[in-house]
T-cell receptor
Framework: NAGVTQTPKFQVLKTGQSMTLQCAQD?????MSWYRQDPGMGLRLIHY???????DQGEVPNGYNVSRSTTEDFPLRLLSAAPSQTSVYFC??????????FGPGTRLTVT | AQTVTQSQPEMSVQEAETVTLSCTYD???????LFWYKQPPSRQMILVIR??????QNATENRFSVNFQKAAKSFSLKISDSQLGDAAMYFC???????????????FGKGTHLIIQP
């Protein structure tokens, strides 16, 4: 099993550009989520999904969109990048014992 | 909303010694789960240990154990026989046992940077 995979590992955007961060898992987990990690802030929940076709907002959803068309994939879209979105982004899926498995992260810089 | 507090931004311990990382949380719920995650410089988030609130017995995983004090809302992590590979950021996290309404994610503390002195 590859677990949770994320692409790209690094990305630099200009203000106003859009992009999609990809996330996939091969553990057949229903629940997936996106977090951002900023220095000194820990991880904060952006959006989550409890299954294909179902998504909901987390703590910091503004500026991000998600969709869940399959169990395996949960992409995160930045509609119009802003410098405040410079962060490390983690995708995660949840197992039966409520433990969360994280991807390797994407470091995004918006200039 | 639940909050998780890690009051030690940084801790240092000699190799082979024991260290305890503190975590407190605030919740009005009775059903929840608590976790410790390790984040080495590679930035990968690694689950260290988990605790169900309904279980009185403290969880242990090899050299890692917790001291779960439900009434005090305290969840500390003890690392015995510290090794150089234990050096990392450690995050305490809370998850509600209730689904829906934004409760499905983890709430993290700000982390403790653990330094292992050789």
């Amino acid at each position: 099993n590859a677990g949770v995979t994320q692409t790209p590992k690094f990305q630099v955007l200009k203000t106003g550009q859009s992009m999609t961060l990809q996330c996939a898992q091969d553990m057949n987990h229903e629940y997936m989520s996106w977090y951002r990690q900023d220095p000194g802030m820990g991880l904060r929940l952006i959006h989550y999904s409890v299954g294909a076709g179902i998504t909901d907002q987390g703590e910091v959803p503004n500026g991000y969109n998600v969709s869940r068309s399959t169990t395996e994939d949960f992409p995160l879209r930045l509609l119009s990048a802003a410098p405040s979105q410079t962060s490390v982004y983690f995708c995660a899926s949840m197992g039966r014992a409520y433990e969360q498995y994280f991807g390797p992260g994407t470091r995004l810089t918006v200039t | 909303a639940q909050t998780v507090t890690q009051s030690q931004p940084e801790m240092s311990v000699q190799e082979a010694e024991t260290v305890t990382l503190s975590c407190t949380y605030d919740t009005s719920e009775s059903d929840y789960y608590l976790f410790w995650y390790k984040q080495p410089p590679s930035r990968q988030m690694i689950l260290v240990i988990r605790q169900e609130a309904y279980k009185q017995q403290n969880a242990t995983e090899n050299r890692f154990s917790v001291n779960f004090q439900k009434a005090a809302k305290s969840f500390s992590l003890k690392i015995s026989d510290s090794q150089l590979g234990d050096a990392a950021m450690y995050f305490c996290a809370y998850r509600s046992g209730y689904r829906g309404g934004g409760a499905d994610g983890l709430t993290f503390g700000k982390g403790t940077h653990l330094i292992i002195q050789p």
